[in-house]
């Protein structure tokens, strides 16, 4: 089958890569780019477990065609956020609220909590519900994950 070139910035870098027509933006980043945080899980854009930012906004990676992605894309996945000061301070919130279980959904929900947190410092209890009412996990720990994010929106405000 045909394969489409594609260039767009991965993790603060200009990459390319050839690309089938139904390849999705989550084989894209974990086959060839050896980036396997995010997770497939359903591959219908209902479990949250490949959650991505693009231009700054948290997506369903397994629903974005690769083709699809143009120059000024910028994708970033958790392996780019890994020194930010900000996801260590999450990934410290679930840890410490005991908010992962087998682990497979917490990609998905630290990238969805840190665009949360990113765009809110202070969310409510229903704004964080909200944020992640897309992502599930399917060892049904949403309490301690929801005490998590509360955690690390407290961490972060003390921080400052
Ligand atoms: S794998 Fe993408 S939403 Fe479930
Ligand atoms: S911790 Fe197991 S799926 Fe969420």
Not at 87 to 103: D, K, L
Not at 115 to 123: C, D, F, I, R
């Amino acid at each position: 089958m045909a394969q489409i070139k594609i260039s767009f910035v991965l993790n603060g870098n200009r990459v390319e890569a050839s690309v089938s027509p139904e390849m999705t933006l989550l084989e894209l980043i974990r086959r060839d780019f050896r980036l396997t945080a995010a997770k497939e899980g359903c591959g219908k854009g209902e479990c949250g477990a490949c959650t991505v930012l693009m231009n700054n906004e948290p997506v369903n990676s397994c629903l974005k065609l690769a083709a699809s992605l143009v120059e000024s894309d910028e994708v970033i996945t958790i392996e780019g956020l890994d020194k930010d000061g900000l996801m260590q301070t999450v990934q410290q919130a679930f840890i410490n609220e005991g908010a992962v279980q087998c682990g497979f959904c917490i990609p998905g929900m630290t990238m969805t909590s840190y665009h949360l947190l990113k765009t809110n410092s202070a969310p409510t209890e229903h704004d964080i519900k909200q944020a992640l009412s897309g992502n599930i996990c399917r060892c049904t720990g949403y309490r301690k994950i929801e005490a998590a994010v509360k955690k690390a929106a407290e961490d972060r405000r003390n921080k400052k």
